[in-house]
């Protein structure tokens, strides 16, 4: 248990679906990211909240859509999706964003396994 | 890229035997991280060796930097099968986090 809930687990959604995908962090952490993990690929990182604030979209399409109601929670709203975006989603907080600080851990979530048909 | 990149892609020893994991990266760090996931999962942070650490030391892992050859090596000893994961590092350059692809590792009983 690492203090960063995602849920679901798992998702099945149709190209005109539209689906979201939940975080919630319990560490009183201020910085949230979205990675997505494909197969035999590096980690992507997708957007960064600091203090609810986004502070980077880093190229993502418009179809993921992401919103941060207060430091705790992160959401990622899916629509129009492509088979290609099956992947899995993974949350992820840390105290400061991206470790400026001496806590500089980031804590993941287990992740949302995410299949568009 | 500043991706870190894992050495070799997939690794596969006895149990009980040393495991040595390799990563290497192209820009200046502030620190880097290695974490491991089993199949499926998310990540889970390991061990953080700061820029002006050589050497670092948690349980049955030993992490080194070398930061003029800009590469990491992380040593699991007397491996067990519940070490079976694929581990990842992350080099931390104070604005952004970078992941490689991550070594699999099999541990066999």
């Known amino acids: 248990e690492t203090g960063v809930t995602q849920t679901p687990r798992h998702l099945v959604m149709g190209m005109t679906n539209k689906k979201s995908l939940k975080c919630e962090q319990h560490?009183?952490?201020?910085?949230m990211y979205w990675y997505k993990q494909s197969a035999k690929k590096p980690l992507e990182l997708m957007f960064v909240y600091n203090f609810k604030e986004q502070t980077e979209n880093n190229s993502v399409p418009s179809r993921f859509s992401p919103e941060c109601p207060n430091s705790s929670h992160l959401f990622l709203h899916l629509h129009t999706l492509q088979p290609e975006d099956s992947a899995l989603y993974l949350c992820a907080s840390s105290q400061d964003i991206f470790g400026q600080g001496a806590r500089d851990t980031i804590y993941f979530g287990e992740g949302s396994w995410l299949t568009v048909v | 890229s500043q991706q870190g990149e894992e050495d070799p892609q997939a690794l596969s020893i006895q149990e009980g035997e040393n495991a040595t994991m390799n990563c290497s990266y192209k820009t200046s760090i502030n620190n880097l991280q290695w974490y491991r996931q089993n199949s499926g999962r998310g990540l889970v942070h390991l061990i953080l060796i700061r820029s002006n650490e050589r050497e670092k030391h948690s349980g049955r892992l030993r992490v080194t930097l070398d930061t003029s050859k800009k590469s990491s090596s992380l040593l699991i000893t007397a491996s067990r099968a519940a070490d079976t994961a694929s581990y990842f590092c992350a080099t931390n350059t104070g604005n952004q986090f970078y992941f490689g692809t991550g070594t699999s590792l099999t541990v066999i009983p």
């Open positions: 560490l009183g952490h201020n910085a």
